[in-house]
């Protein structure tokens, strides 16, 4: 396959035309003009204007059809009435991307968005890519391209900046270029009405020159494109991310200024978690964490010790850490022993360290390499106050010296000014990260060991559905259909807990009573005590309305309790539908935990699980922990311990630990119902009591709705789940069973290996080139996969207990959204014996049900035995016009 990335028109073009070049002081085309000219652009550059001759001694053109040379990429400087007229134009030209850097489209109202609407059909029509309208425009410095009208300019680098603000970009610009710091690219995407985040992140994902992230993000527009670039590009670079509009007052200047929806900021986080990357708060933040990361600052844990030699400072640097969640590190004996050897008896060896005022450069060293070298220590915090017997500077050349070969990172904070000047320009020099006060350095450590534990959660790829124990679909999927056929989307409390026995989830039984005889005849069948509850579509939260009466423990109290709830709750909720009175079992557990299950939809991301102490004490929404489905054990465990009421799950007044094992079943099933049930809008289980010999769920609450008919089953959520449902078995002749199956993230070294042996020619055409090995970010883009966006099959069989790779196919779906390009290889010993055609067919059977309308391949001109292969599969086979060492094929596939 090639790897020219369909962007590169865009972002790294051969040639470059400024519709609206000028020589106006002042003016958007005289700007972009001089930078492109002063910043030594290695491409060719038009100026087209139609009232010049020429602009700043560059020959100018009428119209950019009038332009000898075919332009990859022009850069509009005109008014927003023009641009459309102007599209229209390149399109007949072949122009192949464009930048719009005018305002006045979506942001200025209604005949701006109308504008808009006609800038992105003309592009579309004439497949012209687009970025903005309203950006600062590109910079890739490796060119010598800055296609912006900002003021400062980038250094080269291997940082790449993607930024919703025009004004973000020229303040990270003018920090950067004083302290050093180069990009790779800049990239300011305005209103991102056709390029937006999601591609641009895929750009730097394959730019070899780009090895850091910075994103400034407003909103998203499509969450899973999103979330898929942005898991991509955390697999193989650090991402760092700032994220505005937390607040509800931000979040409606956001869209009145970009159209953007922000969402829940919980839900962003869950987002970002699950995509491995760094949030950050500000600028401040912003600018450590990328000089930490750029000088391969990489932590290995979240375990912090602190060596100081002013007590005030310690515990200042220990307070900031127990408000951001960072553990100090408890020393093993081994370290304490050898702190106890290397300091005087006054000095303090737990942690903080506090090593005295009178510390000298020798003591600071034994306890920083004391520290270094024991377990249970994931980083240090090396503080000094400029204090009698300490040279400020002699230290943080100890420091520097030990941190060259610490296997774990270390940060500085020389509190101070004149004394520790000389101090903290060493460890600038040295790529080490220093502070003037203890908060921010505890700060930069959370935020750098988040990113340690957020690409755990990366590598995490849950399947949909479990194979132990199935749920019944069907069953569910009923439930739900005959409340919607009977116009109802909120289910009553039998229905909603018949959805949960569906996924075999534990229900306290419940039953509806219409008349007080009835309850008493239902509640003698339960048996005693029971719960009664206001059964009503119209109330939410029952208690509140007075619909609740608990632990019931004759028949006479039922029937006196039934009229109660109901004029009760006819006196509180006059309008309310009621149905009647529900009728449960009294879940009576001495040691049951209340809590809170739920499911809500967010508007950007779609799902989410939320989970929560529950019962009477349901919490408010900040002590919600929230999820991205789907789950499986790992993430499910992350959700419970990032919830406050986790340590009320541990042995807790006498009472046992819960049987953490049934609570993370009721999570995982309540993940598949977010799989597999699309109608599913919301979903309350509160209370879920839990105790050490398992959970049930007393209440439940479920409200669907109808959904449009879609060609994938799991378009309503943002992170695609594992498709368990595509794996097959093939049986050979003699009974060999080979399974054909989704690739993995985990099948990495599996991976690795079948590349390994195939042979040098096999190699050659299936890569295009003569690699002995998968590079690391080779590996990751071919295992760690988008399911939604492209699909990979491996064929593997079992060879002495462990698993063999025989061959692998994958598809990747272009950005048109109709077609995909493909490739397939096979072990050398495989080749011959049907197995490329197997894999073919799997793969061309889930392009075809996935609504792709045409599969592309690239082949080696000289690759004979291939083009007979994709031939006889119906692949119709051209020249390419670019390049006569490769012959393209395509083959319909909704015939």
């Not at 009320?648 to 049987?659: G, Q, S, T, V």
Request: aromatic share 6%; with cysteine; hydrophobic share 45%.
């Amino acid at each position: 396959m090639k790897e020219k990335h369909y962007l590169n028109p865009l972002l790294q073009p051969r040639s470059v035309g400024i519709i609206g070049a000028s020589e106006r002081e002042g003016s958007l085309g005289s700007v972009v003009m001089q930078n492109i000219l002063s910043g030594g652009y290695k491409g060719r550059v038009f100026a087209i204007n139609p009232h010049h001759e020429t602009v700043l001694d560059v020959p100018c053109f009428k119209s950019v059809e009038d332009v000898p040379h075919r332009l990859d990429l022009v850069v509009i400087a005109l008014r927003a009435d023009k641009v459309p007229a102007i599209i229209d134009s390149c399109g007949r030209a072949g122009v192949r991307a464009a930048i719009v850097l005018t305002a006045g489209f979506a942001e200025a109202g209604a005949r701006g968005e109308l504008l808009q609407r006609q800038v992105v059909e003309a592009a579309r029509r004439h497949k012209i890519r687009l970025l903005g309208p309203n950006c600062l425009g590109i910079m890739r410095p490796s060119l010598g391209l800055n296609a912006t009208f900002a003021h400062a300019t980038a250094l080269p680098g291997s940082i790449g900046l993607i930024s919703q603000s025009g004004a973000l970009c020229a303040a990270i610009l003018d920090w950067a270029k004083p302290n050093n710091v180069g990009f790779s690219n800049v990239v300011s995407l305005g209103s991102g009405s056709d390029v937006d985040f999601g591609e641009v992140l895929e750009f730097m994902i394959s730019d070899p020159r780009t090895e850091s992230i910075i994103l400034y993000i407003e909103g998203v527009r499509d969450a899973r494109r999103f979330m898929s670039a942005l898991r991509g590009a955390a697999r193989v670079k650090p991402v760092l991310l700032i994220k505005v509009g937390r607040h509800p007052e931000a979040s409606r200047a956001i869209l009145s200024h970009s159209g953007l929806t922000s969402g829940e900021d919980t839900v962003f986080d869950a987002a970002l978690r699950r995509a491995g990357v760094i949030r950050l708060y500000n600028l401040g933040q912003l600018f450590a964490a990328a000089n930490a990361l750029f000088s391969h600052f990489r932590p290995r844990g979240n375990r912090l010790a602190v060596i100081t030699n002013g007590g005030g400072p310690g515990v200042m640097a220990a307070d900031r850490a127990s408000d951001l969640g960072i553990p100090l590190s408890n020393f093993a004996d081994v370290t304490v022993e050898k702190l106890k050897a290397a300091l005087p008896p006054h000095c303090s060896r737990a942690n903080p360290v506090d090593i005295g005022g009178d510390a000298d450069v020798e003591r600071y060293r034994k306890a920083l390499k004391s520290v270094l070298e024991g377990p249970n220590v994931d980083g240090v915090l090396v503080l000094l106050t400029p204090q009698a017997m300490t040279d400020s500077t002699a230290v943080a050349e100890a420091v520097i010296e030990l941190e060259k070969t610490a296997d774990k990172p270390v940060v500085t904070c020389w509190m101070g000014e004149e004394l520790v000047t000389e101090a903290r320009k060493r460890f600038i020099d040295a790529g080490i990260p220093t502070f003037r006060t203890p908060e921010p350095a505890v700060e930069l450590f959370s935020h750098i060991s988040a990113y340690y534990r957020n690409q755990k959660l990366l590598m995490q790829t849950p399947a949909s559905l479990s194979h132990l124990n199935p749920p019944s679909i069907e069953s569910a999927r009923l439930v739900i259909e005959t409340a919607l056929a009977e116009r109802r989307k909120v289910l009553n409390a039998m229905e909603s807990k018949a959805g949960l026995a569906a996924f075999r989830i534990p229900i306290a039984q419940t039953v509806v009573a219409r008349s007080a005889t009835e309850a008493m005849v239902l509640a003698e069948e339960i048996g005693l005590p029971v719960v009664m509850k206001i059964d009503s579509p119209s109330i939410s939260h029952k208690a509140d309305s007075g619909g609740v009466r608990l632990n019931l423990g004759s028949l006479a109290a039922v029937r006196t309790a039934y009229q109660e709830i109901l004029d009760e709750v006819r006196r509180n909720k006059p309008d309310a539908a009621i149905n009647g009175v529900a009728i449960e079992p009294m879940i009576l557990k001495r040691h049951g935990r209340e809590l809170f299950v739920g499911v809500k939809r967010d508007p950007v991301f779609g799902p989410v699980i939320t989970f929560a102490e529950g019962g009477n004490r349901a919490v408010s929404k900040g002590d919600v922990a929230v999820a991205l489905p789907p789950l499986n054990r790992f993430l499910v465990r992350d959700l419970i311990q990032s919830s406050r009421v986790a340590p009320l799950l541990e042995d807790f007044r006498n009472m046992p630990a819960i049987n953490h094992e049934a609570l993370e079943f009721v999570l995982l099933r309540v993940s598949e119902m977010v799989c597999e049930l699309p109608w599913l809008q919301s979903l309350e289980i509160n209370p879920l009591i839990v105790d050490e010999k398992g959970a049930v769920a007393v209440d439940a609450r479920l409200v669907a709705d109808n959904v449009a008919p879609s060609a994938d089953r799991y378009d309503h959520m943002a992170i695609h789940p594992y498709p368990s449902h595509l794996i097959t078995k093939w049986t050979q002749p003699d009974g060999q069973e080979i399974t054909i199956r989704p690739i993995k993230p985990e099948d990495a070294d599996l991976e690795v290996d079948f590349v390994s042996r195939l042979s040098a020619e096999t190699k050659y055409f299936r890569f295009m080139n003569t690699m002995r090995e998968l590079p690391p970010a080779m590996v990751a883009r071919l295992t760690q996969i988008d399911y939604d966006r492209e699909m990979a099959f491996v064929a593997t069989i079992e060879e002495d207990g462990k698993e063999v790779e025989l061959g692998v196919c994958r598809y990747a779906v272009n950005p048109d959204g109709e077609s995909c390009e493909f490739a397939v290889v096979v072990a050398d010993d495989w080749q011959h014996r049907g197995l490329a055609r197997k894999l073919m067919g799997v793969l061309i059977e889930t392009a075809r049900n996935r609504g792709l309308y045409y599969m592309n391949g690239v082949f080696l001109a000289n690759n004979d035995r291939m083009l007979r292969f994709v031939q006889s599969l119906g692949f119709v086979l051209s020249n390419d016009p670019e390049d006569s060492t490769v012959k393209l094929g395509v083959l319909p596939l909704q015939l």
